[in-house]
């Protein structure tokens, strides 16, 4: 019955994401949300990655010994599982919005914690166009644009110490207001 929980839920897809896919949704109060969703059972899929990648690198290391590739595996392995953690990725989510709450031109989605789970991360939907789509704009716009990129990644780094560390670009929507 987890329908229930929302007024309406999109089946189909609006966005992929690294480990799962991302649905529009409406909850009872009207907010419109995005329910980033993981994929059944990726930690098994990740592991199985790890266990190819470390036969890769042993093969690795009888040609080179100068890089001691245990400390590449276990460094991989922890971010990957990392990013299986939904509940401490609305953590940073909550961490900057905090540090980003001062941007005029950032916006950071609201974590819904009463919806969120282990692999079901919600938060309200931003809208806006894809940042490539607007490599035309006019150059003022861009660079108004470059600059609120600019603050989102280094307002958190110059005043805080963190460091955000997946920059991509389909991470992110322009807004009417830039």
Known sequence: DWEKK???FEHEAAAAASLGQVHKAVMHDGRLIACKLQYPDMSTAIG???GQLKVIFSVYERYDTAIRTKYLQDELAARLYEELDY???ARHCKLYAHMLRDEDGVHVPEVVDELSTDRLLCATWL????IMDLRDAPLSQRNRI???MFRTWYVPFYHYGVIHGDPHLGNYTVRKDD
């Open 6 to 8: 929302f007024k309406s």
């Open 48 to 50: 199985a990655d790890l």
């Open 87 to 89: 509940r401490l990725e």
């Open 127 to 130: 809208e806006g166009e894809k």
């Open 146 to 148: 470059a600059l609120n």
